[in-house]
């Protein structure tokens, strides 16, 4: 797994932890610092904001508000200039109990220079400017079109979202009598150069699209050719390829993604649709495929994978937990850490020590330099691997 790849996991995990922390009230802080910004003058807009913190009327929010300035202030005065790619500080009370406090702070070093600099104080951390770099992999225009409808989709990551349908209102082939057959064929032709050049305008959204790498076109018949050949579209779209499909709707889009596998060998949907059925073809025929925490990690450790899959951003918690009223104590692993689990005598067993299994897992396997490869959730494919293969898994060398 290259450094990149291995940053964006991070970073990715780092941005769902953060999204499930809820305050009680406005007192969780953003701060965004764009590249080359003086710290020192951040620094004094902070404090402007810790003294107009003294009018909040509750006298908890105010407290907790001014404890993460204070946090945020303090880790501020360890930098001597602002990272290469700005840095995005988070702080506040994060306590789950109520009447607790528990104020936190966490700092993100984006993957990517930051764009956006503000100062926010809502009840939850303000995340979407990092959440639109999770969109770097590559952005693809679709669009199905045949003579009566067209569908206009954007594949981001490995999500297909519809954006438009169009419906055509040219007439048919054939007409009533009362006309003749050169003027009616006139304008048949005429609205459907207007059916064209309405479909063209609606691929004008893609013009607005953050690393667009191009457009593919499909349907059934001649049309999809022609469209593209008369090109009602923007020039400056790049048409990637031209597809047959069966229809111009949702399932086109399906049959337009399976068809351009050649268009898009390095876009991750398709590569994950196919790393998965590998997988899957290897498990049904009892092959060299292991699947579950246990068994993974003995192939790592016997350094029999020769590939690691993973489902993206998931962690395995491995935690003691000790009863306090008849000492028993117990090991368990789930996606979640729990404070407390019930214990056979009817009391609850409190958390001890806990270990990061797949974190384990992952720096094992990158030390054997076995690849590693992260699932997403976003196709069917992805949630069948995390629902049936418990999100983890290898193909085996022997």
């Not at 305008?201 to 469209?227: R, S, T």
């Amino acid at each position: 797994m290259s450094t990149e790849s291995k940053e964006l996991f991070e970073f990715k995990k780092r941005i769902a932890e953060l999204r499930e922390h809820q305050g009680r009230g406005t007192e969780l802080i953003s701060v965004y610092i764009t590249p080359g910004y003086p710290i020192s003058d951040i620094v004094g807009k902070l404090r402007d904001e810790y003294g107009q913190a003294a009018n909040i009327k509750s006298k908890s929010t105010q407290k907790n508000v001014q404890a993460a300035l204070e946090k945020i202030m303090a880790f501020l005065k360890t930098f001597k200039k602002t990272p290469e790619r700005g840095v995005a500080i988070f702080a506040g009370n994060v306590s789950q109990y109520e009447g607790q406090v528990d104020v936190q702070l966490f700092s993100v070093e984006a993957p990517y220079p930051l764009a956006t600099q503000f100062y926010r104080c809502e009840s939850k951390f303000v995340l979407e400017p990092l959440e639109d770099m999770l969109e770097h992999t590559g952005t693809y225009g679709l669009v199905v079109l045949d003579g009566k409808d067209a569908t206009i989709a954007v594949l981001k990551g490995k999500a297909v979202k519809v954006l438009r349908h169009l419906h055509s209102t040219a007439h048919q082939k054939t007409h009533k009598g009362g006309q003749s057959a050169a003027r009616f064929s006139r304008i048949r032709e005429e609205t459907i150069e207007k059916y064209y050049q309405r479909v063209g305008e609606a691929m004008d959204v893609f013009m607005e699209m953050k690393n667009l790498q191009g457009v593919i076109v499909g349907g059934p018949g001649p049309v999809k050719e022609d469209f593209v050949k008369l090109k009602f579209y923007n020039y400056q779209l790049k048409i990637l390829g031209v597809v047959d499909t069966g229809y111009a709707d949702e399932q086109g889009l399906k049959e337009l993604m399976e068809k351009s596998e050649d268009v898009l060998k390095e876009q991750e949907a398709v590569k994950e649709k196919k790393l998965v059925g590998d997988f899957i073809a290897q498990v049904a025929k009892d092959g060299l495929a292991v699947y579950g925490l246990e068994k993974t990690q003995q192939a790592v450790d016997s350094k029999r994978a020769g590939k690691l899959l993973i489902t993206e951003g998931m962690e395995i918690y491995e935690c003691e937990y000790k009863c306090g009223n008849c000492g028993k104590v117990v090991s368990k692993s789930s996606e979640e850490k729990r404070e407390t689990e019930p214990c056979e005598c009817g009391a609850h067993r409190k958390v001890g020590f806990c270990k990061l299994r797949a974190t384990d897992l992952i720096e094992a396997a990158e030390l054997q330099g076995t690849v590693v490869e992260y699932i997403s959730e976003e196709t069917d494919e992805g949630r069948q691997f995390h629902a049936s293969f418990k999100g983890v898994g290898a193909f085996l060398r022997y």
